[in-house]
C-alpha cells in the first residue's frame, strides 16, 4: 500500500508557494482576456481578494494590464487601487474610465485617498478630489496640508467617538442609529466636553457589558494619543511596541481629529524595513520590479559609483606594496581573503546595529557593552580562522612566516569590521545621517583598507 503521509519535501515546496496566484488560474484569466469574455474574466477574478488582484497587475506586462482594465471596467474597486504598488497605481489610474474611477475612490478610506493622491500628478489629483462629496473633499485637503509622512497623512477621519459620561446603552443605540460608520473598527473613542479623546472602549467589552455600565469603567489600561505631526515611522514603531490595535489623533490643541489604525501602522513598518534593506544594498529606497530600465540604472548608478570610490581608495593602498606583492606572488593570491573576510563580518555586525537603531534597542545605555561584544566576537572569529588561514599559509606556500601574517591580519580586520559595523552606524545616527543609507560604504571602505594595509604591511615587515 502507498504511503499517504507527504514527504517534508512536499510540504516545504507547497508552504512556498501558499498565497502566491495560481498559475492555471493567471492563464484562464489571460485566455479571457485574448477572446475579450468580460463575463469570464468576472467570474475568474470574483474570488480573489483584492491585493491578490493588484498582485496580477504588477506581474503582468503593460499590454495585458491594460487589456484586464478596460475589460474588468467597472467591477474594479477602490480597495484594488489602495492594494497595488505606487508606479503601477499611476499607470492603472490613467487607463481607468473617469466615471469608473470616481466611484473607485468614493468606496476608500480617507487616508487611502489621501495615501492615492500623494503620488499623482496634478491633473489626476484634480480629478480625483472632484469625485468626492465636499464633506470628504474637505477631510482629504486638510489631511494633505499635514507634513508627508506624518500622523496627519497616515490617519482616516472617520472616527467612532462617544461623550465619556455616556453608558453602554447610549453607546450602542447611538451606532445602531447611525448609516455611515466605517466598514471596519475596532474601538470607541471617548472625549471629554472639547472633544479631547481621554480613553479607548474595545467593541468585545461594549457587547459583553450590561447596558447601564458606564463606559469610562470600560477603558483600556493602555490608551495612547498620537501628535498630528508625529513621523509615520515613530507611530508604527508606538503600535508595534505598546500592542495597539488603534490610536486617536489630536491636533496642537490636544483635539481628536482622526484615527491611526494597525493596518495602515503596520504597513508604514513593513515600509521602513523595505527601505533598510534597499538601502543597505545600495539600489535605492524606492526600487521595485516595477520600475523601468532606466529608472533602475538612475536608482543604483550614484551607489556603484560610491562602491568605486572605495574600491580607488582600497588600491591605492594596494599600490604601497608594489614592490612587496612583486617579489611574493602569494600575497597577491592571499590578500582578498583577508578583505572578503573583513567586509563579510561588518556587514553582518552592520545589518544588527541598524535594525537595533531602528527599532530603539541600540541606544546611548548599552551602546558600549554591544561595541565591546562585536570586538570580542570579531576577535574570536579571528582567532578561529587566524588558525585557519595560518594553515593554509604553511600548507600552500610551505611559509610558516607567511601563515603567521595573514593570521595576523585576520583577527585585526575581523576585531576593526566588528567596531565599525557597530560603531560607525551610531555615528551616523547622531549626526543625523541616516545610518542605513550610508553605513555599507563606510564599513566596506573600512575593512578593505585595513585588511590590505594589516596584510601587506605586516608582510613587508615580516616577509621581506
Do not use: C
Not at 496640508?145 to 497616515?154: D, Q, W
Not at 477621519?157 to 453602554?168: D, F, G, I, R, Y
Not at 453607546?171 to 472625549?191: C, G, K, M, T, W
Not at 560610491?306 to 606594496?321: E, G, P
Amino acid at each position: 500500500m502507498a504511503d499517504e503521509t507527504t514527504s517534508p519535501e512536499v510540504e516545504a515546496e507547497t508552504d512556498e508557494q501558499a498565497y502566491q496566484l495560481d498559475r492555471r488560474a493567471i492563464s484562464a484569466i489571460l485566455y479571457a482576456l485574448d477572446v475579450e469574455d468580460r463575463e469570464q474574466l468576472v467570474e475568474l477574478l470574483e474570488p480573489l481578494h483584492a491585493a491578490d488582484i493588484a498582485d496580477l497587475l504588477e506581474q503582468i506586462n503593460p499590454f495585458d494590464r491594460r487589456r484586464l482594465i478596460l475589460l474588468y471596467d467597472r467591477e474594479f474597486d477602490g480597495e484594488i487601487l489602495s492594494e497595488l504598488d505606487e508606479v503601477i497605481r499611476e499607470e492603472v489610474i490613467s487607463i481607468l474610465n473617469p466615471d469608473v474611477l470616481a466611484d473607485a475612490v468614493r468606496e476608500m478610506d480617507s487616508d487611502d485617498v489621501v495615501d492615492l493622491l500623494e503620488d499623482l500628478e496634478e491633473t489626476q489629483h484634480d480629478a480625483i478630489l472632484g469625485a468626492l462629496e465636499d464633506s470628504d473633499r474637505v477631510a482629504v485637503q486638510r489631511s494633505l496640508t499635514y507634513p508627508e509622512y506624518s500622523a496627519g497623512r497616515l490617519m482616516q477621519t472617520e472616527v467612532v467617538m462617544a461623550p465619556e459620561h455616556w453608558s453602554v446603552g447610549e453607546a450602542i443605540d447611538y451606532l445602531r442609529s447611525q448609516e455611515n460608520l466605517p466598514e471596519q473598527f475596532y474601538h470607541v473613542i471617548l472625549v471629554d466636553p472639547r472633544m479631547h479623546p481621554v480613553g479607548n472602549v474595545t467593541l468585545g467589552k461594549i457587547m459583553a457589558s450590561r447596558r447601564e455600565t458606564p463606559l469610562r469603567e470600560l477603558t483600556e489600561s493602555m490608551f495612547q494619543v498620537i501628535p498630528v505631526t508625529q513621523y509615520e515611522g515613530e507611530v508604527a514603531y508606538a503600535f508595534n511596541q505598546y500592542h495597539l490595535i488603534s490610536a486617536p489623533v489630536v491636533d496642537e490643541e490636544g483635539r481628536l481629529i482622526g484615527m491611526i489604525t494597525i493596518d495602515d501602522a503596520m504597513a508604514v513598518l513593513d515600509e521602513e524595513h523595505e527601505e533598510d534593506i534597499l538601502r543597505l544594498a545600495g539600489v535605492g529606497e524606492e526600487s521595485s520590479l516595477s520600475d523601468r530600465v532606466l529608472e533602475t540604472t538612475r536608482q543604483r548608478l550614484p551607489w556603484l559609483a560610491v562602491n568605486l570610490v572605495t574600491a580607488v581608495l582600497a588600491s591605492l593602498v594596494i599600490a604601497q606594496f608594489e614592490a612587496a606583492i612583486a617579489s611574493l606572488v602569494a600575497l597577491a593570491v592571499l590578500m582578498p581573503i583577508v578583505a572578503s573576510m573583513g567586509g563579510n563580518a561588518g556587514t553582518q555586525s552592520l545589518t544588527v546595529a541598524v535594525r537595533a537603531l531602528a527599532t530603539k534597542d541600540l541606544t546611548g545605555a548599552n551602546v558600549w557593552r554591544v561595541l565591546r561584544r562585536e570586538v570580542l566576537v570579531g576577535l574570536i572569529n579571528g582567532l578561529i580562522f587566524a588558525l585557519v588561514m595560518g594553515l593554509v599559509g604553511l600548507l600552500w606556500f610551505g611559509s610558516l612566516h607567511l601563515g603567521y601574517v595573514i593570521a595576523a591580519a585576520m583577527v585585526i580586520n575581523l576585531v576593526v569590521a566588528g567596531l565599525a559595523g557597530t560603531g560607525i552606524p551610531v555615528v551616523l545616527q547622531r549626526i543625523g545621517v541616516d545610518p542605513a543609507l550610508a553605513s555599507g560604504a563606510f564599513v566596506t571602505t573600512v575593512t578593505d583598507i585595513v585588511g590590505f594595509l594589516a596584510f601587506l604591511g605586516l608582510a613587508a615587515m615580516v616577509l621581506l
